[in-house]
């Protein structure tokens, strides 16, 4: 026979269960709630109009300095300052509590950083964080979570993001920042998945997107993915392609991947034009119906085009380029060796229809300088600092009321150069002097004199030398 229980006896049982209960729950730590620090000025600044957009696409979770100050040198037209909000779907764990806040106050030009960590879907909402996102001009998404960013889809947040890039000032992110800043975004709401899974059923579980949050100038059609080379990506991106052609996420039955490694950064700018900051980043484009895209089924799609952009390279997504790509293809779930790299099936100048010019030894001097006159733009310039004195110079010729940017890749590990820009006289009219072995330079100057004139670039090395090669790209605006 079973043992009886009075009705008092299971009360208390059922008393202590319920305390038992209450006090693990108590011991679970509560989802933090949003939290803001801010660094710089306490006042923002103030100003009528900004020259952007610009956004910075980075392939990891941290600010690349040179891709950040070419931003905010175009959002700011090369004058006064700017305030950035950095948004994180949680504080860091170890380290400074702003890391990104950090390196952007290191930058000439920015008057403040609030870096807010958002913990849940109704932040989005928050009164005082749409406040200081609308009077801002840049903001940046750090790494962490895309699912959480997505689930601000709808929101003030949203709103409040688009209207710092409608009024001229620009947007970023890294990791999965990089991922929201695509129209098309992988979300990675039920976990991430690796490009094996992808390959073999595009249509797992695990491969989850969000649409129709933002859509940037020119960036249409487009779906980011980061940590690129380093977390073996090309797959499932090609599986990301192929799904949103075969979903009709895209118009056109056309798609783009924009991938980017780690320690890169692709620098949008308000035309359109792509640069690369850091090792580097891939487009790949998929422009037909899959031969096979199916649930529970391998993937298979001939053809992919992919440009591969190397420092300083650039790709031009208002005019997307019809040369300078490679192929690569996938049948049933296995993609075609080395798809990373390979040779263009019609080549270009340049992944970008960039204008190139190699430098000419000895161009140590005005006398001797490279002839860039002649160069369309975009234009890149290239070279290396031979030696510890070495200096580089390159003539160009700018018209009147042109703005042009110089963005010079300077190789990780390599050395530490130094960018000027001279007049025909030989006046410094600006320059770009970052300390740090490898740290990039970039200027941003506009021609107000009446006609064209003749000025020179130089490049001196400052630290160190070597043979890899530093890469300056030329647009104008």
């Not at 994180?88 to 609030?114: I, Q, R």
């Not at 080549?347 to 970008?352: E, I, S």
């Not at 960039?354 to 000419?360: F, Y």
């Not at 963005?407 to 025909?424: E, H, M, T």
Request: net charge negative.
């Amino acid at each position: 026979m079973g043992t009886r229980f009075s009705h008092a006896t299971l009360a208390s049982a059922a008393l202590a269960l319920l305390t038992l209960a209450g006090s693990v729950a108590a011991a679970q730590p509560a989802e933090a709630a949003a939290t803001r620090i801010r660094l710089g000025s306490t006042s923002d600044v103030s100003r009528t109009s900004w020259q952007g957009p610009a956004f910075t696409l980075n392939g990891d979770g941290k600010i690349i300095p040179g891709s950040m100050s070419a931003a905010v040198d175009a959002i700011r037209g090369g004058t006064g300052s700017l305030d950035v909000v950095v948004i994180a779907g949680s504080a860091p764990t170890s380290g400074s509590a702003t890391p990104e806040c950090d390196a952007a106050m290191a930058l000439p030009g920015v008057n403040s950083c609030t870096s807010w960590a958002l913990t849940t879907a109704s932040d989005g909402n928050n009164t005082q964080v749409n406040t200081d996102i609308r009077k801002a001009e840049f903001v940046y998404f750090a790494g962490g979570d895309q699912c959480r960013y997505a689930a601000w889809k709808g929101s003030a947040l949203e709103a409040s993001v688009e209207s710092v890039v409608a009024k001229g000032g620009g947007s970023g992110g890294g990791s999965a920042g990089h991922h929201i800043n695509s129209p098309v975004v992988y979300d990675a709401c039920k976990g991430s998945i690796t490009s094996a899974e992808a390959l073999a059923n595009p249509y797992d579980s695990y491969a989850t997107f969000t649409t129709g949050m933002f859509e940037w100038p020119h960036y249409g059609g487009v779906i980011n993915d980061s940590h690129f080379t380093a977390r073996d990506r090309m797959g499932r991106t090609m599986a990301f392609v192929a799904r949103a052609i075969k979903d009709g996420r895209t118009s056109g039955g056309k798609a783009w991947g924009v991938g980017v490694e780690e320690g890169s950064s692709l620098l949008l700018d308000k035309n359109g034009q792509a640069t690369l900051y850091g090792k580097e980043a891939f487009v790949v484009l998929g422009d037909h119906q899959p031969e096979q895209a199916a649930s529970g089924k391998p993937l298979s799609f001939s053809g992919y085009k992919i440009w591969k952009l190397g420092p300083g390279q650039t790709y031009d997504f208002k005019n997307r380029p019809t040369c300078g790509y490679y192929l690569r293809s996938v049948t049933n779930g296995v993609v075609d060796a080395n798809p990373y790299t390979g040779t263009p099936q019609n080549t270009c100048t340049d992944p970008g229809n960039t204008s190139v010019l190699a430098e000419t030894e000895a161009n140590d001097t005005r006398a001797t300088a490279d002839d860039a006159t002649g160069l369309s733009f975009p234009a890149s310039l290239s070279g290396n600092m031979s030696s510890t004195t070495d200096r580089d110079y390159f003539r160009v010729s700018f018209n009147s009321g042109e703005q042009v940017n110089i963005r010079c890749a300077i190789p990780d590990g390599a050395y530490d150069a130094d960018l000027y820009l001279l007049d025909s006289n030989g006046n410094t009219v600006d320059r770009s002097v970052n300390d740090g072995v490898g740290t990039d330079e970039s200027i941003t100057f506009t021609r107000t004199a009446t006609g064209s004139g003749s000025y020179y670039i130089e490049l001196d090395a400052y630290q160190g030398s070597g043979s890899s090669p530093y890469t300056c790209t030329l647009t104008k605006a």
